[in-house]
């Protein structure tokens, strides 16, 4: 395995590349905001400080079609946002460790069911807690997750959880709203247009750019 530091033609920004036996992944160093995060996580190490969790509830029949539909929205979602799919890795510069990140290519989405339909809203709260202060794995590993819930036959939702590295604000409104229009399309048995959101590969770069021009 070999890193090396590569520069984009044309841009001024660092890309890693991390060859393996069988692939090659472009890496590429941190934003300004991630790197604050990432320091934020190497000092609080293994705890909560930097998750967010939240849930959405619907009323209304839940079955197994409702189920599916919401499954299908979320994974729309996910597989059209790029920055859910990054991985925070360490890189040996040789003379100092430094932060970087990747994108794997998508691949399908792995979402949970739980069903509380039979031990009431209490166990609902107790779970939503105890899953958003469970710390996440940094290093290499997936920083979203996402489960369907059933409260009830009447009441249902899904649960998603990021690593604030990954996302801001913004984007959880986003988040929200898309989720909302994909279910309800599908609902009505229609097919969503799939469009790629903007790449946070090329966000990285276009702030490298600003940073390293007379205007900042």
């Given at each position: 395995?070999?890193?090396?530091?590569?520069?984009?033609?044309?841009e001024?920004?660092?890309?890693?590349?991390?060859?393996?036996?069988?692939?090659k992944?472009?890496?590429?160093?941190?934003?300004?905001?991630?790197?604050?995060?990432?320091?934020?996580?190497?000092?609080?190490?293994?705890t909560?400080?930097e998750?967010?969790?939240?849930?959405?509830a619907?009323?209304?029949?839940?079955?197994?079609?409702?189920?599916?539909?919401?499954?299908?929205a979320?994974s729309?979602?996910?597989?059209?946002?790029?920055?859910?799919?990054?991985?925070?890795?360490?890189?040996?510069?040789?003379?100092?460790?430094?932060?970087?990140?990747?994108?794997?290519?998508?691949?399908q989405?792995?979402?949970?069911?739980?069903d509380?339909?039979?031990?009431?809203?209490?166990?609902?709260?107790?779970?939503?807690?105890?899953?958003?202060?469970?710390?996440m794995?940094?290093?290499d590993?997936?920083?979203?997750?996402?489960?369907?819930?059933?409260?009830?036959?009447?009441?249902?939702g899904?649960?998603?959880?990021?690593h604030?590295?990954?996302?801001?604000?913004?984007?959880?409104?986003?988040?929200?709203?898309?989720?909302?229009d994909?279910?309800?399309?599908?609902?009505?048995?229609n097919?969503?247009?799939?469009r790629?959101?903007?790449?946070?590969?090329?966000?990285i770069?276009?702030?490298?750019?600003?940073?390293?021009?007379?205007?900042?």
């Amino acid at each position: 395995q070999q890193n090396h530091l590569q520069t984009i033609t044309g841009e001024h920004i660092r890309v890693f590349n991390k060859y393996t036996q069988h692939t090659k992944v472009d890496h590429y160093p941190l934003s300004h905001s991630q790197n604050m995060f990432y320091y934020m996580e190497k000092t609080y190490t293994g705890t909560s400080s930097e998750n967010i969790g939240f849930m959405i509830a619907y009323r209304g029949k839940f079955d197994l079609f409702a189920k599916e539909c919401l499954e299908k929205a979320i994974s729309f979602v996910m597989r059209a946002n790029e920055n859910f799919r990054t991985r925070i890795v360490d890189i040996d510069f040789n003379e100092y460790i430094g932060p970087g990140q990747y994108f794997p290519a998508y691949q399908q989405f792995r979402i949970e069911y739980i069903d509380f339909s039979e031990n009431g809203e209490c166990s609902v709260n107790d779970w939503l807690k105890k899953m958003t202060d469970e710390p996440m794995d940094f290093i290499d590993s997936e920083l979203s997750y996402a489960a369907v819930l059933k409260m009830n036959h009447q009441c249902y939702g899904y649960y998603l959880k990021f690593h604030q590295i990954i996302i801001d604000g913004s984007t959880l409104t986003q988040i929200f709203d898309e989720v909302d229009d994909i279910y309800r399309a599908l609902q009505n048995g229609n097919i969503p247009e799939y469009r790629q959101r903007p790449q946070y590969s090329q966000f990285i770069g276009d702030e490298a750019n600003y940073l390293m021009s007379a205007q900042a």
